[in-house]
C-alpha cells in the first residue's frame, strides 16, 4: 500500500512555471505505473502524464512540449514540470499509483493524493 501526497501548487501567470511533487510511503514505489491527473471545476478528471517502472511516458495532447514527468525513485518522490502555463491548465492537480500498464485510464490507479490547486491567471 501506498500514500501520496501532492504540494507546489499555487497561483501563476500565464506563461509561468509551476513544479508539482508527490510524495509516497510506502514499499516498493519503484514498480508502480505514477501519473498525474487533474480536474477542474464543472469537468471530468483528466489524465495528464504517466510514467511506468521502465520510465516509459505517455501524455495528453494538451500538454505536448510544455510538460514533462520526472520519478525519483530514491526519494518515492513523482514530479510534474509545468511550463508556458495556460489558464486552461486551472485544476486540482492529484498523483496516482498503480498496477496497470493502462495509464490513461483513471480506474487503473488504486491510490491517489488528496490534490493540490494550480490556478493559471493574470
Known amino acids: 500500500q501506498v500514500q501520496l501526497v501532492e504540494s507546489g501548487g499555487g497561483l501563476v501567470q500565464p506563461g509561468g512555471s509551476l513544479r508539482l511533487s508527490c510524495a509516497a510511503s510506502g514499499p516498493d514505489f519503484w514498480s508502480y505505473v505514477m501519473a498525474w491527473f487533474r480536474q477542474a471545476p464543472g469537468k471530468e478528471r483528466e489524465f495528464v502524464f504517466g510514467i511506468n517502472p521502465s520510465g516509459n511516458t505517455y501524455y495528453a495532447n494538451s500538454v505536448t512540449g510544455r510538460f514533462t514527468i520526472a520519478k525519483d525513485n530514491a526519494k518515492s518522490t513523482l514530479y510534474l514540470q509545468m511550463n508556458s502555463l495556460k489558464p486552461e491548465d486551472t485544476a486540482v492537480y492529484f498523483c496516482?499509483?498503480?498496477?496497470?500498464?493502462?495509464?490513461?485510464?483513471?480506474?487503473?490507479?488504486?491510490?491517489w493524493g488528496p490534490g493540490t490547486q494550480v490556478t493559471v491567471s493574470a
Open positions: 496516482a499509483a498503480g498496477r496497470s500498464p493502462y495509464m490513461q485510464k483513471s480506474n487503473a490507479y488504486g491510490y
